[in-house]
């Protein structure tokens, strides 16, 4: 290598996209003047994750990241994209809360090791123990209430509670076989039902 000063500096990586499970070497190349190598202690600063004084990194959070070494006032960058790694957990990723008596799709996401979310394919599905299909399924739940939602992926199970709402509300319904006598009050309290007959609470309709 040149004893002479470097006056370029460049980074040289194997690939520009890993997953947030994996580390990249980065190495910085130095040239003098007549641009042979020279050789130099880098200082390393990353936007995202750590990376340690040989140049090597790891990823926290899945994006784009910027690496930048710095050597006798010489600096180079270079951005590299980190994705989701293999998912360790499962989680439902609902676009709106189901309403009974309406199709939705069922849909999760897997969780990485560093908390980075993607969307999983190949889940398996069971909704109070029966299974609903696999991958991203178009169910229809009669009855609102809270349901069981279990979502297995290869040797990933995780279960979450489900809330389905009733549907908009359509009609009053007054309790049959009424009396009173002349003079006295009655306090009439009608049941409000939505569109496939469940009973809503009040705070429906304010």
């Known amino acids: 290598p040149s004893r002479a000063p470097a ?4 980074l040289d990586v194997s690939r520009t996209t890993i997953t947030a499970d ?13 641009g042979q190598p020279v050789q130099g202690a880098v200082n390393w600063s990353v936007s995202n994750g750590s990376i340690e004084a040989t140049g090597l990194f790891v990823p926290w959070s899945a994006g784009s990241v910027q690496i930048t070494g ?8 270079t951005n590299i ?32 090791a560093q908390g980075n979310e993607a969307q999983a394919d190949g889940v398996a599905w ?8 696999v991958g991203m399924p178009v169910v229809m739940l009669p009855r609102p209430g809270t349901y069981d939602v279990t979502m297995r992926l290869n ?10 709402v009733p549907d908009l509300p359509v009609a009053f319904v007054f309790p049959e076989g009424l009396s009173m006598r002349s003079g006295e009050g009655l306090q009439l309290r009608p049941e409000l039902v939505d569109a496939n007959g469940f009973s809503m609470p009040w705070s429906e309709v304010g």
Do not use: C, W, Y
């Open 70 to 77: 710095e050597h006798g006032g010489l600096q180079a960058s």
């Open 155 to 164: 040797d990933i199970e995780a279960s979450e509670p489900m809330d389905v």
């Open 126 to 133: 069971f909704i109070d123990g029966t299974s609903k299909g």
């Open 7 to 10: 006056v370029a500096m460049s």
């Open 81 to 112: 994209t980190v994705v989701a790694g293999r998912p360790v957990a499962l989680a439902l990723d609902l676009s709106s809360a189901p309403v009974s008596g309406r199709p939705f799709r069922l849909n999760a996401v897997g969780v990485d």
């Open 22 to 34: 994996q580390a990249l070497l980065v190495s910085a190349d130095l040239r003098d003047a007549a």
